[in-house]
């Protein structure tokens, strides 16, 4: 893997921190909920690719041709296509080096700055617009780089091969299902609600599309108990028949044992930095369909953690037994995230050929 430097194209000053590129999340254009400060989308000294149009201007899905939407890979109707510019990039906003907020873009929305008017950042040394910051309520903070005004250079000597799926094993990092999200606008100010973690929904969402085409129209089982069970099986029982034989979907990856043969669908980690679906290996055939999660949840669906760890100040002395009582759980139901859900499911050839699936990908839920 190597690692760039992205400048101005127009006078070749330097607009970012040295970066690294990894696979562009599944959460990266999700809006949750309403009024949630989101925190952001990159992780410090990485970025992300877009491989598909983002942002302004806009058509409706009444003005495109379906074979046109079919060549850019959309076969089930959206509620618009964006004509921007492809390979949008995705960075930490804290990695951006001489660029200028534009005050009066007019891309501020109701707590932050939206986006939806195109780029409202500029280099400071020439002026050209460069990126595009948002930050607004719902929405992932980041920064999104515009192809066509920036230019990435290789930092030489910073060549590196991806990490092993062994070695992301052993660094264990997993994302926790609940975390506690902050809210603007209540009377006493920000204040704090636990809820299900907006990427294992987001994640959800994505392979919940993803065990649909897998189904091929037949109920889908996962393994009972857990919260796998509790993540998928409502959405799967909801959305499938009932009665016939069901396609058994179970999890499978580095350090779990070898899937086994009448397995049907494989729940598989992507990997973090190159986006690829791990595979069994080993010159081992299976024909199952397999299905893709971010390695942060599948490792924790695939390891569980007991508890959920408790910040602490200080040093616990050696003599002392600590017994920390786990985390709240979220109040409220698993939900999958809706418009992830759609958004990958309309992407899929399946749709366009199936059309159980399209009615789902254009149902109201």
Excluded at 23 to 35: D, K, R, S
Excluded at 242 to 260: C, E, N
């Amino acid at each position: 893997m190597s690692v760039f430097e992205f400048e101005c194209a127009g006078c070749g000053a330097a607009l970012t921190a040295p970066l690294s590129q990894v696979a562009l999340p599944v959460h990266a254009h999700q809006t949750y909920g309403n009024g949630a400060q989101l925190p952001v989308l990159m992780e410090p000294g990485t970025f992300a690719v877009d491989p598909e149009p983002w942002g302004p201007p806009w058509r409706m899905w009444e003005d495109v041709d379906p074979d046109e939407a079919a060549a850019r890979g959309i076969y089930a109707p959206v509620r618009a296509l964006s004509d921007g510019v492809t390979g949008a990039i995705a960075i930490a906003p804290g990695d951006t080096r001489g660029t200028l907020l534009i005050p009066e873009d007019g891309s501020a929305a109701c707590c932050g700055l939206g986006g939806g008017s195109g780029p409202n950042m500029l280099c400071e040394a020439c002026g050209l617009p460069v990126a595009t910051r948002v930050d607004d309520c719902s929405q992932w903070q980041v920064v999104w780089l515009a192809p066509n005004a920036v230019r990435p250079c290789p930092v030489e000597g910073t060549d590196t091969a991806p990490h092993s799926w062994a070695e992301l094993l052993a660094a264990g990092r997993r994302t926790p299902p609940f975390e506690s999200i902050p809210r603007w606008g209540g009377r006493s100010g920000t204040y704090h609600f636990w809820s299900w973690s907006p990427r294992w929904e987001a994640a959800a969402g994505h392979a919940l599309a993803h065990l649909l085409v897998a189904s091929r129209g037949e109920p889908v089982t996962v393994p009972h108990g857990g919260l796998i069970e509790e993540v998928f099986q409502p959405a799967l029982d909801a959305l499938l028949p009932t009665g016939a034989t069901p396609r058994r979907a179970v999890l499978a990856g580095p350090g779990l044992p070898v899937p086994a043969p009448h397995a049907d669908i494989l729940l598989v980690p992507t990997h973090p930095g190159t986006a690829e679906f791990w595979t069994p290996g080993g010159g081992l055939a299976t024909s199952a369909y397999s299905v893709p999660l971010p390695f942060g949840v599948w490792l924790w669906l695939a390891f569980p953690r007991p508890h959920l760890p408790i910040p602490a100040s200080g040093v616990m002395p050696a003599e002392i037994l600590r017994d920390d009582p786990p985390l709240p759980r979220a109040r409220h139901r698993f939900r999958v995230d809706e418009y992830v859900f759609r958004d990958t499911l309309v992407r899929l050839p399946a749709v366009r050929e199936e059309p159980w699936l399209r009615e789902i990908a254009t149902r109201r839920w």
